[in-house]
């Protein structure tokens, strides 16, 4: 690794050293050559092509689909004193002239873009007479239609290997399964490019995943118990679940806002600005929100509603612990929602190929719901990576008990069998359970043998045991005909008695609703009283500068000052996130509040 980009890392950004296989990429960058680069959400991608920016002459043009995105990108480059700038629908002329200059006097380092804007011949016409030093296509992902968030302008972005040879390109995500990935080399033309590719693993993060049985009571007690006073995202799966939802948390004396594409910009940019500004603060949001958010002492992210893909889940619980610190990703699910998602893909105007690509991702993240095995495994597979139990989810902390099902299983299956595989689970548990209505007599189906054989267990432990069954691969939906259940190839060996089936208790197991601790760091009072000092200088120190509490210092920047308590200037240097510029700006008066309190 060259001494260039080791100083620039400790001296601009205040880190000690590179992660993974950061150090490999910047040389890569830097040296002129392109990348696909993979690394987790938090797992410093930034780093990846702002340091070969600095390194080389000309100014980095990244390419990124959010405002809140770029925003937020550019505020943390100024507060570590690189001239950097953003170019967008909200910048005024003038602002968009002056940047000109400024790139064509070589003082401008890096220049944020949306796709849109970029593919325009005006701006390209722009970049022809510009020395451009590299192009980083973040959320690359977005060029796929097997990913999430496709954007069909990323699929645009090839023009630049074509236009600008001669100029490195890198693209960067978070996400992306084998597919996604053959999408990216193939439409920004990176096909001869290597790939660095990082474990996906957040070892951070606690996974807790429970059936949802009054979901907002569920909810509430989570954040309560485990959560107070943190920062969290609660995400909901329609607009009314959002409000009644942020309503439900504030009735119960909780700091919570609501967010979604339904409400004015004015109210939504209101709420994401407090939710990037203050400090204890939940926001309760649907998808729309989230892309754009760097805040990285988000300590916990709620699903109240199953997501539609492991990407989306796992991109969205990635926006809890970006610091490294521990955190939770919490997820409450159940049938309805499973049917709900279905129904939607079914109605889509997607291809018939399209739906299929959605019904196989959705189906799999029903999987790590039900699964009895390590959450994480599940997750980290998904996306081709193998891993021994993590240690830190429900199911290795709590494992769940288990009891030989086959019995009832086979009365299911045998009852979906016996109704012609053409009826919802609601109405196959009505025949097992005997309810001799209207629409069982109109089919004659009391006449079934199968009619009745399940009435010792009521309707919600049924819906247990379909919901198993359906996450062990043995039914699945049709979505064609109202969400029929249908038997799989795996479900013959079952019926004839060739195979066991094991079965989580179906009556829930308040043993597995516990979650681990989000914080071990034991403090002193004296220690407490500095942090508590410096969160409340951070705050005011961001409201004076306008910007995020988190630009002008990080949570793991205020624990380091607490537990090395530097006394002089060069002591910073030693502070993680500390670079140059936040040291000559900032460092004399973070020491007055660390002697204030040394004293006391």
């Not at 053409?422 to 004659?444: E, H, M, P, S, T």
Request: net charge neutral.
């Amino acid at each position: 690794m060259s001494a260039t980009a080791q100083r620039i890392l400790q001296d601009t950004f205040g880190y000690p050293a590179f992660r993974g296989r950061q150090a490999e990429i910047v040389e890569t960058v830097a040296q002129g050559g392109s990348a696909l680069v993979l690394m987790p959400t938090g797992g410093g991608k930034s780093l990846c092509y702002q340091i070969p920016a600095l390194m080389r002459e000309g100014v980095a043009v990244v390419v990124s689909p959010l405002i809140a995105l770029m925003d937020d990108q550019v505020a943390n480059l100024r507060a570590a004193g690189v001239h950097a700038a953003a170019v967008h629908s909200g910048t005024p002329p003038e602002t968009v002239r002056r940047l000109a200059d400024d790139i064509h006097a070589g003082s401008l380092k890096l220049l944020y873009v949306a796709p849109e804007r970029l593919v325009t011949e005006r701006f390209l016409r722009f970049l022809d007479n510009t020395a451009v030093s590299l192009f980083a296509i973040d959320e690359a992902h977005c060029v796929s239609q097997w990913g999430h968030d496709f954007r069909p302008e990323y699929q645009q972005l090839g023009i630049l290997a074509e236009r600008y040879p001669n100029v490195p390109r890198i693209a960067l995500t978070a996400t992306a399964d084998a597919e996604t990935r053959a999408d990216m080399k193939h439409y920004l033309k990176l096909a001869d490019a290597p790939e660095f590719i990082s474990s996906f693993d957040r070892p951070n993060i606690y996974y807790q995943v429970m059936e949802k049985n009054n979901g907002k009571k569920q909810l509430l007690d989570f954040i309560q118990k485990q959560m107070h006073g943190q920062n969290g995202i609660v995400y909901c799966l329609s607009r009314k679940s959002v409000e009644d939802t942020a309503a439900f948390l504030c009735e119960n004396g909780l700091n919570a806002v609501p967010y979604h594409a339904g409400m004015s910009l004015e109210t939504r940019q209101h709420h994401q600005h407090r939710f990037t500004h203050e400090d204890n603060i939940i926001i309760v949001a649907t998808v729309a929100f989230g892309m754009g958010i760097d805040k990285p002492d988000v300590r916990f992210v709620a699903h109240l509603d199953m997501p539609q893909s492991i990407e989306h889940f796992y991109q969205e619980s990635g926006r809890a612990g970006r610091d490294g610190l521990p955190a939770v990703s919490w997820l409450c699910y159940g049938m309805n929602t499973l049917v709900l998602l279905k129904e939607r893909i079914a109605e889509s105007q997607a291809s018939d190929f399209q739906k299929q690509i959605e019904l196989q991702k959705l189906n799999a993240m029903f999987d790590v719901c039900e699964t009895a095995a390590c959450r994480r495994q599940l997750l980290l597979r998904h996306f081709g990576e193998e891993s021994a139990p993590c240690g830190n989810c429900d199911n290795c902390l709590h494992p769940p008990e288990r009891f030989d099902g086959t019995e009832l299983v086979q009365k299911l299956l045998s009852c979906v069998y016996r109704v012609g595989q053409c009826f919802a689970a609601g109405y196959v548990i009505d025949v097992l359970r005997g309810k001799d209505g209207d629409w069982v007599r109109q089919n004659r189906h009391e006449q079934l043998s199968t009619f009745g054989i399940g009435s010792t267990l009521s309707d919600k432990d049924w819906r247990n045991v379909v919901r198993q069954c359906i996450g062990l691969g043995l039914l699945t939906n049709d979505i064609h005909r109202h969400q029929a259940l249908i038997l799989t190839e795996a479900a013959l060996p079952v019926l004839r008695g060739e195979e066991t089936v094991l079965l989580r208790p179906l009556k829930r197991d308040k043993a597995a609703t516990r979650v681990a601790k989000t914080d071990n760091w034991l403090r002193t009072e004296r220690e407490e009283r500095l942090w508590q000092a410096l969160r409340q200088w951070r705050l005011a120190k961001a409201k004076a500068d306008e910007v995020p509490a988190y630009v002008i210092c990080g949570d793991k920047t205020l624990r380091d000052i607490v537990e090395k308590q530097p006394a002089h200037l060069a002591d910073l240097r030693d502070v993680y996130g500390l670079g140059e510029a936040k040291i000559e700006k900032l460092g004399g008066e973070i020491l007055r509040v660390v002697a204030e309190h040394r004293a006391d």
